[in-house]
């Protein structure tokens, strides 16, 4: 079935790195936009950015730009978003979620990520 | 880009109907009809209930309707039951091909 299937939780230190995956199963990979959403423990849902399997195209929310890159692995249908000097506020669940056009709402969601970060 | 503005909670007799709305600005809401909505329940990935202002996708209720007019959106809950106790999202696609959510609506059922 269609799916998407993300790496487990991680623990980071400030000023470090972070390289989430989503593996996608059950489509055509490169037929669709995987978009990142991040949501911090009882708050709500913010929108990083899209990628474009089949080109590799990006755009990422400006409040992430020089921080985060998302790119993909047409070879294992995987995505991925990097967040860069990661600070106690990029204390999340990211999740990714596919579309079929950058105007196509997000009808299948990966099961999120838990990323903490913490001295 | 700044958030959608949603009412921080909504709260509604089982039975009875309760309204969301969703502001945001003439580069969004009001700029394309891509609004959508999302249900989330604790500990759960958002699921998709409402799309382009007010198309429900296959499997979605009937009793989840939603309208736009102008730079506002709305999500109506119709015959609200315990199950639809939950956060619910609004979100729009926006003049520069990214994406803003609102800042989410708890809605209890009383």
């Known amino acids: 079935q269609v799916q998407l299937v993300q790496s487990g939780a991680e623990m980071k230190k400030p000023g470090a790195s972070e390289k989430v995956s989503c593996k996608a199963s059950?489509?055509?990979?490169?037929?669709?936009?995987l978009h990142w959403v991040r949501q911090a423990p009882g708050q709500g849902l913010e929108w990083m950015g899209w990628?474009?399997?089949?080109?590799?195209?990006?755009n990422y929310a400006q409040k992430f730009q020089g921080r985060v890159t998302m790119t993909r692995d047409t070879s294992i249908s995987t995505a991925y978003m990097e967040l860069r000097r990661l600070r106690s506020d990029d204390t999340a669940v990211y999740y990714c979620?596919?579309?079929?056009?950058?105007?196509?709402?997000?009808?299948?969601w990966g099961q999120g990520t838990m990323i903490t970060v913490s001295s | 880009q700044s958030a959608l503005t949603q009412p921080a909670s909504v709260s509604g007799s089982p039975g009875q109907s309760i309204t969301i709305s969703c502001t945001g600005t003439?580069?969004?809401?009001?700029?394309?009809?891509?609004v959508s909505w999302y249900q989330q329940h604790p500990g759960r990935a958002p699921k998709l209930i409402i799309s382009?202002?007010?198309n429900r996708p296959s499997g979605v209720s009937n009793r989840f309707s939603g309208s736009k007019s102008g730079d506002t959106a709305s999500l109506t809950i119709s015959g609200l039951q315990a199950e639809d106790e939950a956060d619910y999202y609004c979100?729009?696609?926006?003049?520069?091909?990214?994406?803003?959510f609102g800042g989410g609506t708890r809605v209890t059922v009383l």
């Open positions: 979100s729009s696609f926006t003049s520069s091909t990214s994406w803003v």
């Open positions: 003439s580069s969004d809401v009001s700029f394309y009809n891509y």
């Open positions: 382009e202002v007010s």
């Open positions: 059950g489509f055509t990979f490169i037929d669709y936009y």
């Open positions: 990628i474009n399997p089949n080109s590799g195209g990006t």
């Open positions: 979620a596919r579309g079929r056009y950058t105007s196509s709402p997000f009808k299948v």
